[in-house]
């Protein structure tokens, strides 16, 4: 059993990404681990059958993975943000995911995965060990 009901999957070489899952070490229960950790890509690969490069947050407690703009929607509102921030986040992630990529010179975009699932019963017997690997506040970004 880890501290953690809900962890963040999240770009770890994005500075922008890095910043914002440091905020949520406010939210209790709450971690953040970077999308290329192997208890990653073990969760995303049982829940969706393939390693989405995508913004997910997964809760154990409701059972429910939020990927894309729905985690960035639900993130915001977990971390207390304004409904009118929540709502302008959610509704222009790709552009605000693009516009922070180019800036900071990040390689990559988002895969276009978006919504709210039910969290796979491969996905809930991953959880532990995504939470275990999971951190309070994301690990520095790398000097590639």
Excluded: K
């Excluded at 409701?62 to 894309?68: A, C, D, K, L, W």
């Excluded at 552009?95 to 969290?119: F, K, L």
Aim: hydrophobic fraction near 40%.
């Amino acid at each position: 059993m880890t501290e953690y009901h809900a962890v963040l999957v999240f770009d770890g070489d994005c500075p922008f990404c890095s910043a914002a899952a440091s905020a949520l070490r406010r939210v209790r229960g709450v971690g953040a681990i970077p999308w290329d950790a192997e208890a990653t890509q073990s969760f995303l690969e049982a829940q969706f059958d393939a390693t989405p490069f995508a913004l997910v947050f997964a809760d154990d407690e409701e059972g429910r993975v939020y990927v894309g703009r729905e985690a960035a929607r639900e993130l915001c509102e977990r971390a207390g943000v304004p409904t009118l921030i929540r709502d302008v986040v959610g509704d222009n992630y790709e552009s605000i995911a693009d516009t922070i990529r180019t800036v900071t010179g990040v390689d990559g975009d988002p895969d276009p995965y978006h919504g709210v699932y039910p969290m796979a019963v491969d996905a809930r017997e991953r959880f532990d060990a995504l939470a275990s690997n999971a951190d309070s506040m994301p690990i520095a970004v790398r000097d590639d």
